[in-house]
């Protein structure tokens, strides 16, 4: 199956061209270069770090 990373925190927010929601992510045991965007959707379970970004912001 797919390999799971775990989310540390979340470190920017952009939309997309077409308007959507995309996360910057900072995974757990990684550095900041290796930081992705992600679409919204992809970030399941991921709710309570999307809220801390969002109260921090």
Do not use: A, M
């Not at 797919?2 to 927010?13: C, T």
């Not at 308007?19 to 930081?35: C, F």
């Amino acid at each position: 199956g797919e390999e799971l990373y775990e989310v540390e925190r979340i470190v920017d927010k952009r939309k997309n061209k077409k308007g959507k929601t995309e996360y910057l992510v900072r995974w757990k045991g990684y550095d900041s270069e290796d930081d992705t965007w992600e679409p919204e959707q992809h970030l399941v379970n991921c709710e309570e770090y999307i809220h801390d970004f969002n109260r921090r912001h």
